[in-house]
T-cell receptor, first 113, second 114 residues
Framework: GAGVSQSPSNKVTEKGKDVELRCDPISGHTALYWYRQSLGQGLEFLIYFQGNSAPDKSGLPSDRFSAERTGGSVSTLTIQRTQQEDSAVYLC???FGGGQEQYFGPGTRLTVT | QQQVKQSPQSLIVQKGGISIINCAYENTAFDYFPWYQQFPGKGPALLIAIRPDVSEKKEGRFTISFNKSAKQFSLHIMDSQPGDSATYFCAAFTPSGSARQLTFGSGTQLTVLP
């Protein structure tokens, strides 16, 4: 079956602009995660959704970051007023049930100029 | 706070050799330890995983060894092949309540020479 898909694959934006990154999880997976991968910080947890429950936002680096998940499926990560330090690969993962076996999408490479 | 420490940062192995990557963790609440393989431009792919009540798990050429008392686990790649050249990440899963997430090691770049 289809894996986790993310769009766009690449995004170049100017400092100060807002961006939206999209994630389509594997069908039937109830848990959805966003991670950020950058050279200096490795793979960092950002936010976790489980079904229709309130998300765990504990990993979001600032209030410029937000995410939503509509209908328990597709998720959008929004970064407002982008800064150069936001440049990274944003990865989405999904899992069934407890969230241990996480399957990652190909990521969105964000470059802030 | 780095909760999963991974070594070495890079590793070069001859074809047919054994690649060994080590990880150590601090949080005894972790209850699931996966390894991911990542090729350039791709997302991490789940390779093999182990739970703390098991000391070893083998899948094909890949083996995880787990030492609960030492809070360490390692990935062994037997008969390493050039196609195994990739970055490998260990991780640990936090199961508690709403804070269910993977904490990753810093990664090991493996190069297998032909």
């Amino acid at each position: 079956g289809a894996g986790v898909s993310q769009s766009p694959s690449n995004k170049v934006t100017e400092k100060g602009k807002d961006v939206e990154l999209r994630c389509d999880p594997i069908s039937g997976h109830t848990a959805l995660y966003w991670y950020r991968q950058s050279l200096g910080q490795g793979l960092e947890f950002l936010i976790y959704f489980q079904g229709n429950s309130a998300p765990d936002k504990s990993g979001l680096p600032s209030d410029r970051f937000s995410a939503e998940r509509t209908g328990g499926s597709v998720s959008t990560l929004t970064i407002q007023r982008t800064q150069q330090e936001d440049s990274a690969v944003y990865l989405c993962a999904s899992s069934f049930g407890g969230g241990q076996e996480q399957y990652f999408g190909p990521g969105t490479r964000l470059t802030v100029t | 706070q780095q909760q999963v420490k991974q070594s070495p940062q890079s590793l070069i192995v001859q074809k047919g050799g054994i690649s060994i990557i080590n990880c150590a963790y601090e949080n005894t609440a972790f209850d699931y330890f996966p390894w991911y393989q990542q090729f350039p431009g791709k997302g991490p792919a789940l390779l093999i995983a182990i739970r703390p009540d098991v000391s070893e798990k083998k899948e094909g050429r890949f083996t995880i060894s787990f030492n609960k008392s030492a809070k360490q686990f390692s990935l062994h790649i037997m008969d390493s092949q050039p196609g195994d050249s990739a970055t490998y990440f260990c991780a640990a899963f936090t199961p508690s309540g709403s804070a269910r997430q993977l904490t990753f090691g810093s990664g090991t770049q493996l190069t297998v020479l032909p």
